[in-house]
């Protein structure tokens, strides 16, 4: 009896100690769920905030890009010799409309409107699609552009200064780094409405090479382009960033969801910002994670493994993920070459020991490409970059790095192993391998290359100087009959835009 009474006494202490190693197991277990709940939400918020910072990155520098380009290519004109003796008696011939800005700026680039004016807003030349316009239509442009055309004028004048008898503006800084020529630092731009299409706009100056301004030309002319935006530049943009439902809108009228970045200068509402939708890393993150989340809450046992186990294997897919995305900022998505920030990096790198591992620099650009894609579409285009692409790589396999740098141009380091004889024996093989005809879907396509190459440190130390030199021997190849290499000429340091050269002699 005594024992039953000792039992019984033990029964209500027992079911107290088992309910206490329940609760404290369920607590332990709803401390891990809420441990694990806490961080997973918390990584979905640091992912998507990492994700979104980055995309906004990407595309505020592609706009800038994408300005900038509009800015050297206006350069091309606004800032050339023969430019600026057109217009010294207010006039511009019917050639120099038809050749330089007819068929150059609108049929290469699609810059919708070309007006000359002067500072106060009067129309010199309108052009408008590649026609000359009445100066009434330009003048109806130039409203749009009031304070660019203000900003433009104040930055000629912050930087043109007295010389003897004349004017002369501030030369730009040399950046050792920039692969591109340097232009005066006078220009106004920004991305607006102009005739109902968001365009980017750019004004400057028009200033001979020299920089030297006669004293009866201290008031300037200025150049003002508009580049609209177009639905192929949106789908280019897209696939470079790897973004989707990229788009122009107002803030007020965005759609659920969608993320943006500011166009120009204007925070008004009504305003004008580039969305897209989001790719929201948080959400694979969530929806791999939250399985195992419920499983470690089941099985208690296994936590601390499975937290390893499966955190390692999230840790893992994001370090996938980042490497992938270092790869594609450095690859060119549809040939799986170098793009222009691999090139430029593989450029430096070359360039940081040149004097004691001299290297060789190939500028190549397709012949009659552009005609392939208007006689046989873009998909055949893209057909023939990639097979293209595949036969260059093949050639310079381990022998140095090959480059796309857009559209139809090609650039080829070629390490120090690499003799100048070798060298040139293999710039022929690719223009050979070039004109060898690429089937697509039954019809044979044709096209060349023309080479430009140059020897560093021979033609130049910097990128600065080693580009240009074989730029400018690539636009020779062009001029001396296209399908050729052209090796550049020792001592010269060239400055070259497109389709125009300036050359200056190294002393």
Sequence with gaps: MGLSDGAAKNRPKAGRTALVIHAACAGLALLIVTSLAIVLDRSVTEADRFGLTAERKLVDGELQHQIDAV??????????????????????DDAFVAEEMTEWLWADFGFRWMIFTDRAGNPILSVENGAKVGNGEGARTLKWTTDLLERADGLYNDNVHADGNGWRLSRPERDTDALRASIPEIHASDIRVVD????????????????????????????????PFTARMMNDMEARLGISHLEFSSVRDLAYGAIHVALGNCTEPSCMVAAWTPRRPGSFVRSETLPSVIVIGLFATLVMTF??????????????????????????????????????????AAVLGVRERPFTLLCIDLDKFKAVNDNFGHPAGD?????????????????????RLGGDEFAVILDHSVSRQEATALAQSLVIEAQIPVAFEGQLLFVGSSIGVAFAPDHGLTPREIVPAADRALYLAKNGGRNRVHVAEDGDAVCVLRDKTVTEVAA
């Design 196 to 227: 109902g299409a968001l365009s980017i706009v750019v004004v400057q100056a028009v200033v001979p090479n020299s920089l030297r301004i006669p004293a009866s030309r201290h008031d300037p002319i200025f150049m003002v382009t508009v580049k």
């Design 307 to 348: 937290i390893a186990l499966r955190f390692g294997s999230v840790v893992s897919a994001l370090e996938t993920s980042e490497a992938e995305n270092r790869h594609q900022a450095r690859h060119d998505r549809l040939t799986g070459l170098l793009n222009r920030a691999g090139f430029e990096q593989a450029l430096a």
């Design 71 to 92: 800015v050297q290519y206006q350069a091309e004109l606004s800032f050339w010799d023969k430019t600026f003796a057109q217009l010294e008696d207010g006039t511009v």
């Design 383 to 403: 057909a023939l970059l990639k097979v293209l692409a595949e036969r260059f790589a093949t050639k310079v396999a381990g022998r140095g790095s090959i480059a």
